[in-house]
């Protein structure tokens, strides 16, 4: 399977279940590494605020009308943004979290965002190059034992701003 068979669309609140269908497909390794704890399931109210987040917005990867894929940012500051993806275990290596990060990234830098951060733990070998294969720049740096990475986002021109 390749992107072009997969499409990105803002999350809608009819999302909240899809999107609890899909963190219950991934293994507890996969949940490890994007919410930073061991578990093997979210409560439904957690899912509710990844998919409809009070200061920022998320993204679903579909594939013949399945929910494969989930990406989210919320508001750090005026200028910055943080992110989080999940992409169900059975479609890693795909590119669905590079179209992901590169949507979200264009969404923000609409809006008037100047970059994204993401935390990531030490093992987690697959997140520099999901940004970089986005066309991104990822900015590295170790904070507490975690990889803490900066997403600069191009300027957008202030004529074209949207409202988020």
Known sequence: MTTSLVRTRLAVPDDVGTVHALVERCSPAT?????HVPTDRLPARVVERLVLPRRGWSLVAEQCGTVVGHGCVGEVSRRSLEVGLLVEDAQHGRGIGSRL??????GAAARGYRSLVCVAQPDNEGVVPTINKAGLDALCTWVDGLLEIEVPLPVADPRLRHPA
């Open 31 to 35: 949940l490890h590494a994007r919410f």
């Open 101 to 106: 990060m590169r949507d979200l990234a264009a």
